[in-house]
Antibody, heavy 117, light 113 residues
């Protein structure tokens, strides 16, 4: 069974940084493309970025609102995905989900990130 | 960026009746070389993460009841629930994974009439 467990969420001041982790199990993590998707309180879903598997180049892609501020990395030896968030803004407040595969077939329970002074 | 627009924003359907949700993309998500539509549907219940229902526009995810079906091609897609059950009350999202930035529709809230 696929399991994704996010951690590292919390309260951070505007301009601050935070790193989320996603521990994966139940599938071959090294072969998987992985995404981060967020959901602001009471709002819809927003794709935050993706990392390909190393065999597919290991490259990352981001949407304009987070490009240059967020980075995604992976440690295939630890089956763990990371989201490094810098220069955080109040509008980054959301639940952040890690998801598997090109079409996000499995989702974690999410980690709440609150950006507030 | 590909903009995904769902209609309606909310929908109330009687138990046992058909529910239909539409999704339109601002450009085609059909990849001609493999004839696949890069379109997925998700169901999200309150306090839960989204759950994948459909991918490739019409392929039902394992374990999803067969009352859920997806159709459409190119820019116009539909999620149909053939006979609404109480447990289907949720928000439904379409999602294109044809090109980055991947994008989602704004969501359709489905309720019981």
């Amino acid at each position: 069974e696929v399991q994704l467990v996010e951690s590292g969420g919390g309260l951070v001041k505007p301009g601050g940084s935070l790193r989320l982790s996603c521990a994966a199990s139940g599938f071959t993590f090294s072969n998987a493309w992985m995404n981060w998707v967020r959901q602001a309180p009471g709002k819809g879903l927003e794709w935050v970025g993706r990392i390909k598997s190393k065999t597919d180049g290991g490259t990352t892609d981001f949407p304009a609102p987070v490009k240059g501020r967020f980075t995604i990395s992976r440690d295939d030896s630890k089956n763990t995905l990371y989201l490094q968030m810098n220069s955080l803004k109040t509008e980054d407040t959301a639940v952040y989900y890690c998801t598997t595969g090109r079409w996000s077939d499995s989702w974690g329970q999410g980690a709440l990130v609150t950006v507030s002074s | 960026d590909i903009v995904m627009t769902q209609s309606p924003d909310s929908l109330a359907v009687s138990l046992g009746e058909r529910a239909t949700i539409n999704c339109k993309s601002s450009q085609s998500v059909l990849y001609s070389s493999n004839n696949n539509n890069y379109l997925a549907w998700y169901q999200q219940k309150p306090g839960q993460p989204p759950k994948l229902l459909i991918y490739w526009a019409s392929t039902r995810e394992s374990g999803v009841p067969d009352r859920f079906s997806g159709s459409g091609s190119g820019t116009d897609f539909t999620l149909t629930i053939s006979s609404l059950q109480a447990e289907d009350v949720a928000v439904y999202y379409c999602h294109q994974y044809y090109s980055t930035p991947y994008t989602f529709g704004q969501g359709t809230k489905l309720e019981i009439k």
